[in-house]
């Protein structure tokens, strides 16, 4: 009888636990509340794009996510590219296309326009935003939110330790190696420093960020003299290896960075742009190569 009963008490509690509330904070400070995990999301910039599209693969929900954004398609910056065909929707400037997949979650950026999103509130679409995108903590920390969102936690968790695991085989210079000194490479004369997320595929490559060594702050812009006072061993700049020669000489011919050893003999590493700027798990592609360039 009493296992009756237990069977009995299970059958009941499932569709109850099934269907369990979940209630976030997002980025904006609101609260976001969902009686059962969402069936019809649309994300609308990249990084989540990429972050989505695994955690609900691993869930094996993955028809849940009905639209991704309009870069998703461009394999320059897409690491989700070509979009599996089951995601039919884009979420570009025609927002009442995007309203007719009658979505029931929007995850957005702080960085999408204001009335975008105001629009799609004033639709009764339940929006989420992400507003932190300047550490590998902060990517984690958006993994396992979209995981807390979309009921696939165990996912999301496995995903965010995956992507910790992966940086930590790179987080030293090889044995008996120095740590090498990096810097980016803009035209502009600007460089990243401390709070950016190149500062943690520095560390996270085993090698030391010049800028944020130096004290500067985010993307700072430097003077030709200040920039010609800088030794990096290696300069960075995004782009593709086939390029490189192209690259080298406006290295060469930009102030301030055509004073540098690494300049003039050459000691430029290329990174592929989607890798380098990233602000999902695959910037991890960006460690690995930089730490393969620096030390091989």
């Not at 008490?9 to 400070?29: K, N, Q, Y």
């Not at 969402?38 to 094996?60: C, H, N, W, Y």
């Not at 009335?115 to 004033?122: M, N």
């Amino acid at each position: 009888m009493r296992r009756y009963s237990y069977l009995f008490l299970c059958l009941f509690l499932a569709p109850l636990l099934a269907g369990a509330s979940v209630s976030i904070t997002d980025g904006r400070g609101q609260t976001v509340s969902f009686k059962a995990p969402p069936q019809r999301i649309v994300s609308t910039f990249l990084g989540a794009d990429e972050m989505l599209k695994e955690i609900l693969v691993r869930g094996g929900k993955l028809h849940h996510l009905q639209a991704v954004s309009t870069l998703a398609d461009n394999p320059d910056y897409s690491h989700i590219t070509p979009v599996p065909k089951s995601i039919k929707g884009r979420a570009g400037d025609d927002l009442e296309s995007l309203l007719r997949l009658k979505p029931d979650l929007a995850v957005v950026a702080s960085f999408n326009r204001p009335e975008f999103v105001r629009r799609l509130e004033q639709a009764k679409v339940q929006t989420f935003v992400l507003n932190k995108f300047s550490s590998f903590a902060d990517i984690e920390e958006n993994i396992k939110q979209l995981g807390v969102l979309t009921g696939e936690t165990k996912s999301a968790n496995q995903l965010a330790a995956e992507f910790r695991g992966a940086l930590e085989k790179t987080a030293n210079p090889p044995a008996g190696k120095k740590r090498a000194t990096v810097l980016t490479f803009m035209a502009n004369g600007s460089v990243h420093g401390a709070g950016t997320t190149f500062d943690d595929i520095a560390r996270y490559s085993g090698t030391t960020n010049l800028a944020s060594q130096k004290g500067y702050q985010g993307w700072a812009r430097l003077s030709p003299e200040v920039l010609a006072s800088l030794d990096p061993d290696f300069l960075v700049v995004a782009g593709r290896p086939e390029h490189k020669p192209t690259l080298v000489a406006q290295i060469r011919s930009t102030p301030g960075f055509a004073s540098m050893r690494a300049a003039k003999e050459g000691r430029v590493v290329i990174i592929a742009g989607r890798d380098l700027t990233a602000v999902s798990h695959h910037v991890v592609n960006a460690v690995t190569a930089l730490h393969k360039a620096a030390y091989n």
